[in-house]
């Protein structure tokens, strides 16, 4: 069994984009076996087959096994986690495209889970970048550079959230 290793970034919002981009590495020939971190996937050669990813987020772990036996009784192979984001896979039936969720207001309902994470971590970030820097250490230039950077990462932060946001608005038609 051989496998290959690859590095592609992808948004929060972009899991669709995601999804596709699996079902294309499936299509030629390359399976994910698992996501070692954000972006870094990890897969095993193979035949091209026509595999569908489909990706849920999730927070409640108390029904875990349950949430995990849910998707297997429905055709789906868990194939592993990153940061909260679930990966399943399973193989296409005929022309239909296999999909988790069966309406809109489902759908938006994993992006809702997502948002209530980020904004649980939002006042960290607000702590980090507003904290005064102390002039008079000698690492206020280091302090300085690291609060530039906190505040680049809490802009990106919000920014990923509007998106998120307007992703939710758009599956309701709002």
């Known amino acids: 069994m051989t496998t290959i290793s690859k590095f592609k970034w992808f948004w929060a919002w972009q899991d669709e984009k995601e999804e596709a981009w699996l079902h294309e590495m499936a299509q030629q020939g390359l399976h994910l076996r698992s996501v070692t971190g954000p972006g870094y996937y990890e897969f095993e050669m193979g035949e091209p087959r026509n595999e569908y990813y489909r990706m849920d987020y999730i927070l409640d772990r108390k029904d875990y096994q349950n949430y995990l036996q849910l998707f297997k009784d429905a055709g789906w192979e868990h194939l592993g986690e990153m940061g909260g984001w679930q990966y399943f896979r399973t193989k296409a039936e005929g022309t239909a495209i296999p999909e988790i969720y069966t309406d809109k207001d489902s759908k938006a309902q ?44 809490m802009l990106l932060y ?17």
Request: glycine fraction near 8%.
């Open 110 to 153: 994993k992006y809702q889970r997502l948002v209530t994470i980020l904004v649980v971590f939002l006042p960290i970030f607000i702590t980090i970048t507003t904290r005064p820097i102390d002039s008079s250490s000698g690492f206020a230039g280091l302090y300085f550079a690291g609060k530039m950077i906190g505040t680049f990462l």
């Open 158 to 174: 919000v920014a990923a959230m509007i998106k998120i946001f307007k992703r939710i608005q758009q599956l309701k038609g709002k």
